[in-house]
């Protein structure tokens, strides 16, 4: 096959209708001229360029001086020239005319307008394209600004998440000896009557206390972790004695009249997270106070078919409506006098009540009183269920368990920890850092590890961790001032067999020992 391509043959017709065409979109006006640019004659529209018949000579002029410095005995084409009238046309100097000078010009606007318009074209194009860079710029500034923020973002969690465990465990430290040490002066006190009291007012505050610091750090550390149940058996009518000293004085200086009742219905021991519903209570009665003006406060607990049913009612400022989604957020402040709280109460409360699986109803009426209502279920069956999976369920006689080995750089609650265990039975010793109970423990294995979290140095997780890889198979108890889900599984997984927090429950520690056992 040839690579010779043929042109085709039109027709006379096709190629008179071709001409026809071309002619009609060119429009081409031919000029004749002598040597001296004198117009002679012309073929075609003149006006369609501008130019005026009646004077030939300015014509002439005008088309002239385009040839200035050219050689004018060749063909001359110029582009896109623009006309007297401002159309643009195609100019042609037609060589090998002699004598004189023949130009065409051909119609060029429409081609003129389409590069016009593809160079506006281009023009937008480079604009988009420099704007797309430059936004693109902006966009890996602000990304990388971003990044930045949120490293420091990133920071500042950890640093808070720092601070709460040196708040947790600098608040429960301390209250653990100061419980401890209540519970051995009220085991030990006399029948004076005042010397109780005093210890039941020491008491009551120290919780007081303890509530108001754990509102604080339960509402910092709710963001990334889970809160530990700690259910034990709870004395309700304490409790109750508890709220009315705390409040009933409050509520005399503010002219309120006050009252909590206790109605126990069911012959079950409730079993609850003591210190979560102290919690509630306190915030509860607390803001009912704070808010009503005239009238009073009333507190009731029933504990009737396994659960807690808790009522806090006022005669107050109440709450409108539309409003009482918004009271349980935090830091909402909403139909609350000007200056009074953080707005953190409520919002701590339903979360506490979730943890144990309650619910929470609100009654409200603006400027007439509030009323919350508190259904929360019997714990027991958590208890049941920890002791069931537990490594050791059994229950052991005390004549099998002889020596516990406690790991604690707190000289007052070693103290405590040596009265209370040796109470129970036990023959104590006490190693205050990490890296000797180790040794210590190796050497003399003891049947109960009882060990603190935050040691200085060597940890009490990482020593767990060591002397189970080096095959010390007694129970471990750990210690710790972190009530978080996370951190006791960080302990189970270190090698411990339980989880206490501080401050320490005696129940809970009893219990504790009691289900210690050597592994065999």
Known sequence: MSGRIEMPEFSVETERHIAQFLF???????????QDWQLVNLHGDASRFGFD??????AARQLSDLFIGMPLDAAIDLPFVHMPNGRSA????????EPGYQVLLVDAQGEHDRQQAQQQVGNEAALVSGQKTRAIAQLRQIRSELERQRTR?????????????????????????????????????????SVRHALRALRRNS??????????????????????????????????EDLDGMFRPMALDQGLSFE???????????????????????NLIANAVRYTNKGGVSASLRWQDDALSIEVRDSGIGI????????????????????????????????????????????STLGEGTCFRIVLPNLAAVVAAEQATSSQPAVIEPSHIRSVLVVDDDPDISHLLDVLLTDLGFRVRIVGDAGAAVESALANPPDVLLVDVELPGLSGNTAVFRLRAKGYRGHIVTLSATP?????????????????????????????????????
């Open 90 to 97: 195609h100019v042609h100097l037609l060589g090998g005319v």
């Open 153 to 193: 973002l990133a920071e500042a969690n950890a640093l808070k998440n720092a601070l709460i465990a040196t708040l947790s465990h600098d608040f429960r430290t301390p209250l653990t000896s100061i419980f401890g040490y209540l519970h051995l002066l009220e085991e030990e006190a006399d029948n004076s009557q």
């Open 320 to 363: 409108a409506q539309e409003l009482h989604e918004q009271v349980f957020v935090a830091f909402n402040r909403v139909g609350q006098a000007a200056g009074s709280g953080a707005g953190l109460g409520l919002s701590i409360v339903k979360r506490l009540v979730r943890q144990m699986h309650g619910t929470i109803e609100l009654e």
């Open 484 to 520: 978080t889900e996370e951190a006791r599984k960080v302990a189970l997984n270190a090698g411990a067999d339980q989880y206490l927090t501080k401050p320490i429950n005696i129940e809970l520690l009893a219990r504790a020992m009691q289900v210690a056992a050597p592994r065999r």
């Open 24 to 34: 009609e979109r060119a429009q081409p006006l031919l000029l004749q001229f002598d």
């Open 53 to 58: 018949v009646d004077n030939g000579d300015a």
């Open 260 to 282: 909590i009742g206790l109605d126990l219905l069911d012959s079950q021991f409730p079993v609850l997270d003591e210190l979560r519903v102290r919690q509630i209570l306190v």
């Open 207 to 240: 919780n007081y206390l303890f509530t108001l610091a754990e509102n604080l750090l339960e509402y910092a550390r709710a963001d990334t972790r889970s809160s530990l149940l700690a259910p034990v058996r709870v004395d309700l009518a304490h409790l109750v």
